[in-house]
């Protein structure tokens, strides 16, 4: 900690834009004036999530810890099941996945947000509590203003009433020369003990460049923009969301977002609102310049590393002081058509929270759901040392497949077989597509079948392909959604991933997915390469789905062991 008492939060909901369509997703925030206030006269069941974070109907898009409780605020409309109405909707826990709902906490009242109030992130001051700033949306033109607010009663551990103080309200307007309509997302702010300063991001753009505009206060009310941004990049387009805060070099515990020294990396995170992914580097900040400048390993753009290869956006991070560690949270759009939407109800899930630390090698970070979720596991069933030739598929006998969780562990003998490497496959998501599951190869793919239907007419393969490259072994994970669905008028990619991983002396690969009625959340090698996959099976639904380990390679396979759970459902209420 660096200052006593001073615990940096996070909360988050997710920013405005009028984007249209990117990689095939639907963006979260196209207005439907005809839908966005038809209420839901019934709720379908069939796919919601049981133990991902939703709430009972119609539409939402982070949560911090404070005084014993977790409090996720979320953009959420109460009136329909597309995108508009938004309010900070507001729910509490105590492990991050049994949830009870509280009223809205934050909604369109003033002039300086009549327009929407939008994404932030919260800062606990020592003696004052948590302070929210966010973003308000002053006129019909999308301007855009960072805005403060505080809760009415500290001392209530709920937190349920907060205020918006008239006279300090914007805190920040932009300048002449920054683009008004391309300014949001706060982040989490950081204490800097020699100056005396708290910092802050923004995120921005100007024309095709993505930036994270600086901002310094010694009040957390008066706030100055810094001559230059922390950082920025061309051709990345406006970067939402940004995050920005402290990891360990050495050891998995989290950090204080004000924490600094040769002791840690800094990461920087944005959500690309051109692409609708997210990328982020690993990098060093320099704090007497207030500069952050990547590894040189560290690709800055498109390309460069994500927290998850599927659908997965507008997350953000916050330091768990009750288990030290740094929680990662993010959100899951739909995949399917504003009608879809509209006739079941709802829309929008949250992922599995995920503690994050970075790998070891330090080229990246290293995601895992929070340890809280095994609380939900029930009976365990197992296989071990099993051999699956070329062509096996064995169903997991006794879970429930549609709501389930599973770890498993596959081993190979040989890496001979494997399928030589174009050094022309950079793209990952491309590969999935061309080398899919039922697509032979030499070692792999090999995985699960999640959802699938008993005569595999539906399915949703998780699945490693091995290449060779000049120097080395490139693995690829993929989650293909192309077979999840007889349905048509669904957005059903091939996501991928490459792992980084070294096969030279230990030939295994794990998984883990967990699986519920309409996502598959994977994670590859211990959580370096994990994707998020919305899926809508019209067969595999409920009692009739299925789980499978699968190998489609010519090299045998051996499914080393295999754990998988029954979930029960959370408390989502």
Request: charged residues 20%.
């Amino acid at each position: 900690m660096v200052l006593p008492n001073c615990v940096s939060i996070f909360v988050v909901v997710f920013s405005f834009t009028l984007l249209l369509i990117n990689n095939g997703v639907e963006a979260f925030h196209k207005i439907y004036p005809h839908l966005q206030s038809v209420s839901a006269t019934s709720v379908s069941e069939v796919h919601r999530t049981a133990y991902h974070f939703q709430p009972p109907k119609n539409w939402i898009n982070g949560p911090m810890y404070y005084n014993g409780w977790y409090h996720f605020f979320y953009q959420y409309n109460p009136k329909g099941s597309v995108w508009g109405n938004i309010v900070w909707a507001h729910s509490v826990s105590k492990d991050l996945i049994n949830w009870k709902g509280l009223e809205p906490a934050i909604y369109p009242s003033k002039p300086f947000d009549k327009f929407g109030c939008w994404s932030g992130s919260a800062t606990i001051i020592p003696g004052k509590g948590p302070v929210i700033l966010y973003t308000g949306i002053v006129d019909g033109n999308n301007t855009q203003v960072q805005c403060y607010a505080i809760p009415k009663d500290p001392t209530d551990p709920f937190l349920r009433e907060w205020v918006k103080p008239d006279k300090i309200n914007p805190v920040v307007v932009a300048g002449k020369d920054i683009n008004g309509s391309a300014f949001r997302d706060p982040t989490t702010a950081w204490w800097n003990p020699k100056d005396r300063h708290w910092r802050m991001l923004v995120g921005g753009r100007r024309e095709d460049r993505g930036m994270a505009h600086l901002y310094r206060s010694k009040d957390f009310i008066k706030w100055v923009r810094a001559k230059h941004p922390i950082h920025s990049k061309g051709t990345t387009g406006m970067w939402e969301c940004p995050d920005f805060y402290p990891v360990l070099i050495e050891g998995k515990d989290g950090l204080d977002t004000s924490i600094e020294g040769n002791h840690v990396k800094h990461v920087l995170k944005n959500s690309l609102d051109i692409t609708r992914f997210e990328y982020y580097t690993l990098g060093t900040y320099f704090t007497n310049k207030d500069s952050y400048v990547p590894d040189k390993n560290s690709v800055d753009g498109w390309s460069g590393l994500r927290y998850d290869y599927g659908n997965f956006y507008a997350s953000k991070s916050f330091f768990d002081p009750s288990k030290n560690r740094r929680v990662l949270w993010g959100w899951a759009n739909e995949s399917d058509s504003k009608e879809d939407d509209v006739r079941k109800g709802w829309a929008g899930i949250q992922a599995i929270p995920r503690t994050v630390w970075l790998d070891p090698t330090g080229r990246q970070l290293v995601q895992w759901p929070v340890e809280e979720l095994n609380n939900l596991r029930q009976k365990e069933v197992q296989m071990k040392n099993h051999k699956l030739a070329k062509g096996d598929s064995v169903k997991v006998e006794g879970i429930t497949a549609a709501q389930a969780d599973v770890e498993v562990t596959f081993s190979f003998s040989s890496l001979d077989k494997a399928e030589a490497y174009d050094p022309k496959w950079v793209n990952a998501q491309d590969l999935c597509a061309q080398k899919g599951s039922k697509v032979q190869g030499g070692v792999g793919p090999f995985g699960l079948l999640t959802l699938a239907s008993p005569n595999l007419v539906e399915f949703t393969p998780v699945f490693f392909r091995i290449f060779k490259a000049s120097k080395n072994h490139v693995v690829l994970l993929c989650s293909d959604a192309s077979s999840s669905s007889l349905k048509t008028n669904l957005y059903k990619p091939s996501f991928a991933g490459f792992v980084d991983v070294d096969l030279a002396t230990n030939k295994k690969l794990s998984l883990r997915s967990l699986i519920d009625h309409s996502v598959v959340e994977s994670f590859g090698e211990g959580g370096k390469t994990n994707i998020l996959s919305r899926v809508y099976p019209q067969l595999a639904v409920m009692g009739n789905a299925n789980l499978l380990v699968f190998n489609n390679g010519t090299e045998p396979i051996t499914v080393e062991n295999l754990k998988a759970w029954s979930m029960k459902s959370a408390n989502i209420k």
